[in-house]
């Protein structure tokens, strides 16, 4: 059986746009057959790396000094074969969400390649994850504002040696809602989303079709800023 963590780094966890899109798309992944375990990591107590001399690579390959709620992820991290990043745009992560991230530095074979132009590193041999996916929501208009957010991503993939199955966004993720309530856009979108899950598991790769279904515009870019700007308050 296909096994996939998914980790939210929204700090509204279940309440926010990320779990909105993220909760269809893993139904998509189980209903094609595939165990997926969430975390948020808002939830986990995880530091930041502060390690000064490569613990995880040089003194003890594989593990880190850090004693923190890590622990709880690595044995998950290990068996899995696929990775979500599940994130809104910030500037450009929520600070929970980075620090995962950065202590995923465990997980890497303690050796240095140079491949096409960059050094890279590469996955443990013993470490399943195959693919690390995106999904991430955002409140501005254009797909250009997780540019940031989808090369991380696609960077740890690489540098990871490992295939970036791709980005699945949601500009404008709150206009899937009016009065709590999803429209009939939203339901649509929500549909994708699972569609993409199931995609991403029976294929092993999600459709341009599908993504651009997911990401595509609510309303027009003017009618969004004018909404916006018409909420700042007079100075």
């Known amino acids: 059986m296909t096994k996939a963590v998914a980790i939210n780094g929204s700090p509204r966890r279940k309440d926010g746009d990320t779990a909105m899109l993220l909760a269809p798309l893993i139904q998509g992944m189980k209903d094609a057959g595939c165990e997926v375990e969430l975390s948020y990591a808002a939830d986990l107590k995880v530091r930041s ?14 593990s880190c000094c850090l004693k923190d709620d890590m622990d709880l992820l690595y044995p998950r991290l290990w068996e899995a074969d696929i990775l979500i990043l599940a994130t809104p745009v910030y500037v450009p992560l929520p600070g929970e969400m980075q620090n995962v991230i950065n202590r995923l530095c465990p997980l890497m074979e303690p050796l240095l390649e140079f491949r096409e132009g960059r050094t890279r590193a590469r996955f443990r041999k013993d470490v399943k994850i195959r693919k690390i996916l995106l999904l991430s929501t955002g409140g501005w208009w254009e797909k250009g504002n997780f540019d940031t957010v989808a090369r991380i991503a ?12 791709g980005a699945v966004i949601r500009p404008h993720a709150f206009l899937m809602k009016q009065e709590g309530k999803l429209t009939n856009e939203g339901v649509t979108i929500i549909e994708a989303a699972r569609k993409a899950g199931e995609q991403l598991v029976r294929n092993g790769a999600i459709s341009q079709e599908t993504l651009d279904a997911i990401s595509r515009p609510l309303i027009p870019e003017s009618e969004l800023r004018d909404m916006y700007n018409s909420s700042i308050p007079k100075q």
């Open 49 to 62: 790396c502060n390690c000064p001399n490569m613990y995880c690579w040089y003194k003890k390959p594989g």
């Open 154 to 165: 696609k960077e740890l993939a690489e540098d990871a040696s490992v295939e970036f199955a």
